[in-house]
């Protein structure tokens, strides 16, 4: 129990109870080092594990990682012991955006300016593959200067838990803020549906009321299908188009977050460095997600420095052409065995494939260091007898999740470094590698030759096919 005047991990002295949940409750704390007020979200391992949540908790610390936004919550540290996960953020003084709405509609200025932030925040999780799925007054916190700040990535879900058809199929967030294709569960894209939801949020703030409400839950879901609601006489003509094209029930037809960024009632008053991104914040401390449910003592924390940000180069179709399989050049000008680059297509956000080439460096005992524009070296302790062995790995984006891996030897023994790649490397990164270059095409090729053995073997006699049982392509 983390009592008020307790010091966790020799570093927070806690304070009063911010809030509680289900699994979790939320504590003011101030860093002994700094005096800074933070908030630190205290999770019980035990019940987490009990519901099957684990990977949802990993999933939020993944996501948190991907997110540095003024508008964001910001997620400093994550510490654990054998029983608890400790989430150290950023101490948001002004308190929920709802306190202000439940006491009546706000003015037109006022609601835009949060409408505003609301939207630069959103459009930003999107960019970088994550979607909310629970956006409401209750989790858009406001700073001591009036600006708001979006909390709660709990049921936030990355691109790359979508199912083969791109779509997500959780039904997640307060049905009276969700979009129909939420409720209708046939599948639905995170990125619309906060769009739905930024309508629901935008609408309460300038009429201080819900749009869909009814007592009976399936009535006020046949409104939500239907996109069935009434706007107050005081919401002026733009406010009107702007919503009906929000509140539009049909998500192909749902307007965009570009399109709401050019509208001309969300741009008045709007500052040009208010959609821009901080870029220069501190770094901080993540726990690697396995080793938050894996610590063996009690006393013990976990704390592990945040990825930095080797942000992907992006490709353009001229790249795209030249890395891909059947317009790879390179064999008219080496042999293929003394290739010293290898590629691999990865459908995963770079966050993913950056943790998974930093375990295999782990594993491995390389060094590595992160360079900018999605660069990674790493480099052997011992030297061979050609030097340290040095492999670069170079990510570049296609997709905010789908990405083209290059692999590199550096420095170093080229066979040591095939070795390593055969044996160690490839087979490490299986489950994030979605295709390695040129295996598509050997693979064709030897399918070719299979089939053409095949005929040959139907037209010649017995004795030549006990022959050529031998090839290592022959049928048995």
């Not at 936030?156 to 083969?164: G, M, N, R």
């Not at 003509?237 to 001309?264: A, C, F, G, Y």
């Not at 993540?286 to 490709?315: H, I």
């Amino acid at each position: 129990m983390e009592n008020k005047g307790h010091v966790l991990m020799r570093k927070y002295e806690m304070g009063k109870l911010l809030g509680q949940g289900t699994f979790a409750r939320v504590h003011h704390a101030r860093n002994l080092q700094t005096g800074v007020s933070v908030a630190i979200k205290i999770i019980d391992k035990e019940k987490v594990l009990k519901v099957g949540m684990m990977e949802q908790i990993k999933r939020e610390i993944s996501v948190m990682r991907l997110i540095r936004h003024p508008n964001v919550v910001e997620l400093y540290e994550v510490m654990a012991t054998k029983s608890k996960i400790y989430f150290v953020m950023e101490y948001v003084k002004g308190g929920e955006l709802f306190n202000k709405v439940a006491k009546g509609k706000l003015k037109e200025d006022i609601g835009r300016k949060y409408f505003q932030q609301l939207i630069s925040a959103v459009d930003y999780c999107h960019s970088r593959g994550v979607s909310h799925r629970d956006l409401k007054p209750e989790n858009l916190l406001l700073d001591e200067n009036g600006n708001l700040k979006v909390s709660d990535f709990g049921l936030s879900a990355l691109a790359e838990c979508k199912q083969q058809d791109g779509l997500l199929h959780t039904t997640c967030g307060t049905p009276a803020y969700v979009a129909p294709e939420v409720i209708n569960r046939k599948g639905y894209d995170g990125s619309k549906a906060d769009i739905w939801s930024c309508g629901v949020i935008l609408y309460v703030l300038l009429a201080g009321y819900l749009p869909f409400h009814d007592t009976n839950l399936m009535e006020m879901y046949r409104k939500i299908g239907k996109a069935e609601f009434r706007f107050p006489n005081w919401f002026a003509p733009e406010v009107r188009k702007l919503l009906s094209k929000i509140l539009d029930p049909k998500p192909s037809t749902r307007i965009s977050m570009v399109k709401i960024m050019e509208n001309s009632w969300f741009c008045k008053g709007l500052e040009p460095k208010s959609l821009i991104v901080e870029t220069n914040r501190e770094e901080h401390a993540f726990a690697d997600c396995d080793a938050v449910f894996n610590v063996d003592e009690s006393n013990s924390a976990v704390t592990q420095s945040k990825q930095e940000s080797a942000k992907p180069c992006n490709l353009n179709a001229f790249d795209i052409i030249s890395y891909s399989a059947g317009f790879d050049l390179s064999g008219l000008f080496e042999e293929k065995e003394k290739k010293k680059e290898v590629r691999f297509t990865a459908n995963k956000p770079s966050s993913i494939i950056i943790s998974k080439l930093e375990d295999i460096g782990k594993r491995l005992k390389l060094k590595m260091k992160k360079k900018d524009a999605g660069m990674l070296k790493f480099e052997g302790s011992k030297a061979g007898r050609k030097g340290a062995l040095g492999i670069d790995a170079e990510i570049f984006e296609i997709t905010p999740c789908f990405h083209l891996v290059e692999m590199k030897k550096s420095s170093g023994d080229t066979l040591e470094y095939q070795t390593v790649l055969n044996q160690e490397i490839r087979p490490a990164l299986k489950d994030i590698v979605w295709t390695w270059q040129g295996e598509q095409q050997q693979q064709q090729q030897q399918q070719q030759i299979l089939k053409q053995q095949q005929e040959q073997q139907e037209l010649q006699p017995s004795h030549v096919c006990a022959l050529q049982a031998a090839s290592p392509y022959a049928t048995s």
